[in-house]
């Protein structure tokens, strides 16, 4: 037996409002699983079909579409959202449809990606809306048989009446379904009964991904539009003045205007607007301040040490436990700025007419979107239209709205459609880069060796809070003390995927293992310890689940075989991030003096896994993009301009350089918490810590490549 779920009545009528408007990219829910089966297209579908309610249409044919709301970056989301809603539609997946919706907050409240929070928002809604359609069309079908509602069972489109064998398909009943009213309650299958829900689904994608289909912002075209791109200046500074009287010569450019301390090139296509923005005379001066890397490795160092700090945590008397120690244990981690790099640059579409806007494009937050167009223009947001394209990566850059927004301008003052396009090299040095920190931690020993006092200061650029007080170890120690510093730079920054736990994982993963080395403990057994403290006697708050922190532990230490073969060194690293928990190990083997990372273990805690082929892909890729940037990335600045403009300079991960990644999952029975982004933060320490194990070398950096202490280990990485 499954949950009875109660239902919003009222919001229920609200969602079985017609879903109408704008341009839907559909795709064959079944990908390139089902390539024979002969089907309608989708606007043949939807002209037949009967909104349900916000997230399903019905043919009297049996077809069935469901509407993905959330914009889809990589994450699977446009996937496993649609899988939700089947499930508890009891709907033969070969037969159901996937459509991206365009933006309507009145219809799907959260339309946004980040922060991995689509799924844990939206569970119960998806839940409700496919139950409350298969409630429905089982009462629809009750009255048409003439029996009892609960003589009559559902599977794969299909309502079986037990007794009498008879069958009706949801397409007979739905027209009368649609207008009944929604109950006041509906059943939940029990998720020992899922049939979708835990099996692994290919993304509804593929098919048009791989035969290069229209899909991403960079694909859209519209006849008629003009082009556009952007010169922006270098970070603190301002146009002095312009002098495009060549660049206007080049055949195809249409104009060339100055807004916002920005010069856009407009044309017929991008060719033209590249050649001529490289030869595009602009003058600059300091309009605050111009920052270079040097400077801010000379303010971390001011400021780890200023009395100016904000209190984010204090437990219990810090002052006495370090006075009193055996043993003090200090240590200072820092990171360098780093660019997300997806892999379709910043793009979009505006056409500004006459009081209302059409918006179309690549965004992680299209309402954001929509209202700062309807501020910057003084028109009401309902005027304004969004339609969301696939997102070519995003990992944050897509949170803000400022390429958006000089699409609207630009085609405000051509009074013409608009296609703004960022270069690789605009992309790079255009912004909202993942903020520099650097962390100082102290951990104070009693004669035992246990761990009495814990300090940790953060000092980030343009970081916010570059703490995370409440994580682990916080509620495990009995005097803590978290101090946050932000410094507010010039240099624009943005949540970057995993915001701040990308790098304080590790650093404070890595610190631990420094702690736990002092004491001559087990890097494992000295966590599990700590953890035992904070469930028996938690000092403080504790907003983490220690139970299901344990339990990833336990899961990847076994299935690691931890420290049970000497010829294998390892490095281990937990850490609670958007909702969930991850453990890692990372196993270094040493041939001739020289290591090999041969493999990285994972134990996942997300709850229900709703599609085991994207959370694989979604913890696989977030060890390997936490992997890659804790070894190679690093943007460094020369009077407020980056010095890595492109790949050439900008170093990622490649393909060669990944080592056998093996994935588990913790089943606790929660409801699905995040997975876009929980993955990442434990790698780099995994990673760092296996080092330590197997040379000696303690690294407290990133990149890694680029400390002393690596540059000569030759660290081969081989799969397997």
Not at 182 to 205: Q, S
Not at 256 to 281: D, E, Q, R, Y
Not at 448 to 462: A, C, H, I, Q, W
């Amino acid at each position: 037996m499954g949950d009875t779920i109660k239902t919003n009545r009222r919001d229920f009528l609200k969602l079985a409002a017609t879903a109408t408007g704008g341009l839907f990219i559909g795709f064959y829910w079944s990908g390139c699983d089902s390539p024979k089966i002969q089907v309608l297209s989708n606007e043949e579908i939807l002209a037949k079909a009967t909104d349900f309610n916000s997230f399903i249409s019905i043919t009297p044919d049996g077809d069935v579409v469901i509407y993905s709301p959330n914009p889809e970056l990589g994450q699977n989301i446009k996937t496993s959202f649609p899988m939700v809603v089947a499930e508890e539609l009891d709907a033969d997946w070969e037969r159901v449809r996937v459509l991206q919706a365009p933006l309507d907050t009145e219809k799907y409240e959260r339309q946004l990606t980040g922060g991995s929070g689509a799924m844990p928002h939206s569970w119960e809604r998806l839940r409700k809306a496919g139950a409350t359609a298969r409630h429905l069309l089982v009462t629809a079908a009750a009255t048409r048989l003439g029996v009892d509602r609960n003589t009559l069972t559902t599977e794969k489109g299909m309502i079986y009446h037990k007794d009498s064998g008879e069958k009706l398909s949801y397409g007979e009943v739905v027209l009368v379904a649609a207008q009944l009213e929604a109950p006041e309650e509906v059943l939940f299958k029990d998720p020992k009964d899922f049939k979708i829900i835990g099996t692994p689904i290919k993304n509804v994608d593929n098919q048009d991904m791989f035969t290069g289909r229209p899909l991403y912002g960079l694909d859209f075209y519209r006849e008629g539009m003009l082009h556009a791109m952007v010169q922006r200046p270098p970070f603190g500074m301002k146009i002095k003045s312009v002098d495009d009287s060549e660049a206007r010569k080049v055949a195809g450019i249409q104009d060339i205007i100055v807004f916002n301390n920005s010069v856009a090139l407009v044309g017929s296509s991008t060719w033209p607007l590249m050649k001529a923005k490289k030869i595009l005379n602009i003058a600059y001066e300091a309009d605050g301040k111009v920052e270079s890397t040097l400077d801010h490795d000379q303010l971390f160092k001011e400021l780890l040490d200023s009395k100016g700090a904000r209190v984010m945590r204090e437990d219990g008397d810090v002052v006495s436990a370090f006075k009193n120690a055996s043993k003090i244990v200090t240590s200072e981690y820092q990171c360098p700025f780093l660019s997300h790099s997806p892999m379709e640059p910043m793009n979009f579409f505006a056409d500004v007419k006459e009081g209302q806007v059409e918006l179309i494009g690549p965004t992680q937050t299209p309402d954001a979107a929509r209202v700062q167009t309807a501020n910057l223009l003084g028109i009401p947001k309902e005027n304004i239209s969004v339609e969301i394209t696939r997102l070519g990566g995003g990992f944050g850059r897509r949170l803000r709205a400022d390429y958006v927004l000089e699409a609207v301008e630009i085609s405000k003052r051509m009074n013409a459609p608009v296609k703004v396009t960022w270069s690789r090299e605009d992309d790079m040095t255009g912004g909202a880069y993942r903020p520099a920190v650097r962390y100082r931690f102290s951990a104070a020993l009693d004669e035992e060796g246990n761990m009495v006092g814990y300090k940790l200061r953060g000092v980030g650029m343009n970081a916010g809070n570059s703490v995370r007080q409440d994580n682990f170890p916080s509620g495990a120690v009995e005097n803590v003390l978290i101090e946050n510093v932000n410094y507010e730079s010039s240099i624009t920054t943005n949540a970057w995927r995993a915001p701040i736990t990308n790098f304080l994982a590790y650093a404070e993963q890595s610190f631990l293992d420094e702690v736990a080395m002092e004491v001559q403990k087990d890097p494992v057994q000295f966590r599990l310890d700590l953890l035992q403290k904070a469930k028996n006697s938690p000092v403080g708050s504790v907003n983490y689940d220690v139970d299901r922190m344990i339990g990833v532990i336990k899961d990847v230490a076994e299935k690691s075989n931890w420290g049970k073969d000497s010829n294998v060194k390892q490095g281990f690293s937990v850490y609670f991030s958007h909702r969930s928990y991850v453990a890692q190990v990372a196993n270094i083997e040493m041939e001739n003096n020289q290591p090999i990372l041969k493999k990285i273990i994972a134990s996942t805690d997300c709850g229900i896994v709703v599609n085991p082929t994207g959370a694989n892909h979604q913890v696989r890729g977030g060890i390997v993009d936490g992997m890659g940037h804790a070894m190679f990335g690093n943007l460094t600045f020369e009077n407020g301009l980056p010095k890595q403009k492109n790949f050439d300079s900008y170093r990622l991960i490649r393909m060669k350089e990944i080592p056998e990644v093996e994935l588990h999952y913790v089943d606790s029975g929660y409801d699905p918490t995040g997975l876009g982004e929980p993955a990442l933060p434990p790698t780099g320490g995994a990673i760092a810590n296996a080092i330590y194990a197997a040379t000696g070398r303690r690294l407290r950096s990133q990149p890694f490549i680029e400390q002393k202490e690596f540059s000569d280990l030759n660290l081969e990485i081989r799969r397997g």
